[in-house]
Structure formats: structure tokens, C-alpha cells
Nanobody, 125 residues
Framework: QVQLVESGGGLVQAGGSLRLSCTAS?????????MGWFRQAPGKDREFVAG????????YYTDSVKGRFTISRDNAKNAVYLQMNSLKPEDTAVYYC?????????????????WGQGTQVTVSS
């Protein structure tokens, strides 16, 4: 069982930055998992934001965050990060990290077996 905990969300003005962290709790190790960040805005479906494979060689981003967000991981610290720069009001959502046994990160939620509880990101205009 993989237990994930997100942190780092908050309220920020447009143009600002936040860094989200996702750590595995207890004796769980995520070094062999592909990891993804998803988000869900009010009234909308949850959507893929970014993904990274176990070795950090492969990263994917949805078009709306390319050039602004960076996903990274530190397997020694059992953690995955999402650096979010140049934030926009439309980035406002609950952000979730998820773990997948796949070789490469998937865009589909169904490929992820474990999810965190989410962290709120609010960007004011």
C-alpha cells in the first residue's frame, strides 16, 4: 500500500509561484513508480497536469502548463515535486499526486493506483 501526502498549496497572486511536494508516508517507497500530478477545479473533471517516470528521464506536461510548471523527483527523499511559476487564476484547483506502476507516466487516471488527499491551490487575479 502506497500512502501519498501532498503539501505546499496555498493562496498566491497571479504571476506568483508555489512548489508542491508529494511524499510517501511510512515505509512506502515510490522510487519504482511513475508519478503524476493531476488537478480538479470546481465544477470540472480532474485533469492530468504533469508526469514523470521513475528515473526522471521522461516528463510530460499538459499544454496549458508547459514552460511554467516543472515536475521533478528525489527518490532518495521518497518525494515528487511540482514547481509552479507564472501562476494564473485558471490554475486554481485541488492538486493531487498519484503513483502508477507503469514504465512511463500516463495521462489517464485509471493507470494510477494510489492517490494523495489533495492540496488546494488558489490564484487570485
Amino acid at each position: 500500500q502506497v500512502q501519498l501526502v501532498e503539501s505546499g498549496g496555498g493562496l498566491v497572486q497571479a504571476g506568483g509561484s508555489l512548489r508542491l511536494s508529494c511524499t510517501a508516508s511510512g515505509r512506502t517507497f515510490i522510487s519504482s513508480y511513475a508519478m503524476g500530478w493531476f488537478r480538479q477545479a470546481p465544477g470540472k473533471d480532474r485533469e492530468f497536469v504533469a508526469g514523470i517516470n521513475w528515473s526522471a528521464i521522461i516528463t510530460y506536461y499538459t499544454d496549458s502548463v508547459k514552460g511554467r510548471f516543472t515536475i521533478s523527483r528525489d527518490n532518495a527523499k521518497n518525494a515528487v515535486y511540482l514547481q509552479m511559476n507564472s501562476l494564473k487564476p485558471e490554475d486554481t484547483a485541488v492538486y493531487y499526486c498519484a503513483a502508477s506502476p507503469g514504465v512511463v507516466p500516463s495521462w489517464g487516471e485509471d493507470e494510477y493506483d494510489y492517490w494523495g488527499q489533495g492540496t488546494q491551490v488558489t490564484v487570485s487575479s
